[in-house]
């Protein structure tokens, strides 16, 4: 028997949810395995890998979900509620990742290594860069008479370039498990499950991101 509109739409609303709650789950679940394998605080690198997985795989990803109409933890608050919470989460990412660059940086200094020689570094580098002005554009958002743009348009930009940032971000995490001390570090499955995380959260995200923009057009009058 063929399935109805209304049938096919909750199914989708369900897988969605259920995606959703294992990206939250994925998200901190590599974070505190990262924490574990990095030992914070047993070397100054240590708090490097802590600091970025904290800041691309668990802050920036719940950052982005509290829009989502099926996944969002703050569902039952208004959209200003999740706005701040968005904006705190995004700037706490923004702090973790500064620091992140500055620990391995000075880690390199004093041990006489080379900077940004690795296309881990380049593109970790990149997304921090980007990700600094992903947060100066929001400020377009809180003030919309800034620039020249309809603010359905700038929601839309916005949400656009930062799913590009969080790809990156993705990305740079998925080169520092293919680094050296990661590789050595985690072996066998664990490292395929660990390299799955951030592909399983930014399909999600991906999703996500798509879905609640086209649920807040529907909602428009």
Do not use: D
Not at 38 to 55: D, E, I, K, N, V
Not at 85 to 100: D, M, R, T
Not at 114 to 120: G, I, Q, R
Not at 194 to 200: I, N, T, W
């Amino acid at each position: 028997m063929a399935l109805t509109l209304e049938t096919e739409s909750q199914i989708y609303r369900s897988l969605r949810a259920v995606f959703g709650a294992a990206a939250h789950l994925v998200s901190l679940g590599f974070t505190i395995f990262v924490a574990v394998v990095a030992r914070p605080g047993s070397s100054l690198f240590s708090w490097h890998p802590l600091l970025m997985s904290l800041a691309f795989s668990l802050l920036m990803t719940e950052a982005l979900l509290a829009f989502s109409p099926e996944s969002s933890l703050l569902r039952p608050f208004s959209r200003k509620a999740k706005i701040r919470f968005h904006w705190a989460l995004q700037l706490l990412a923004l702090i973790c990742a500064a620091l992140g660059v500055a620990f391995i940086s000075y880690n390199k200094h004093i041990n006489g290594k080379a900077h940004f020689a690795t296309w881990h570094s380049l593109t970790g580098l990149l997304t921090v860069l980007y990700a600094s002005m992903q947060c100066m554009g929001g400020l377009a958002l809180l003030y919309p008479k800034l620039v020249n743009w309809t603010l359905a348009k700038l929601k839309l930009y916005h949400a656009t370039s930062g799913l590009i940032g969080y790809l990156l971000g993705c990305a740079s995490l998925m080169l520092g498990m293919c680094s050296l001390w990661f590789t050595t570090s985690v072996t066998g499955v664990s490292w395929y499950l660990s390299m799955l995380s951030p592909v399983l959260t930014s399909l999600v995200i991906m999703s996500q991101v798509s879905n609640a923009y086209l649920y807040r057009k529907r909602s428009q009058p």
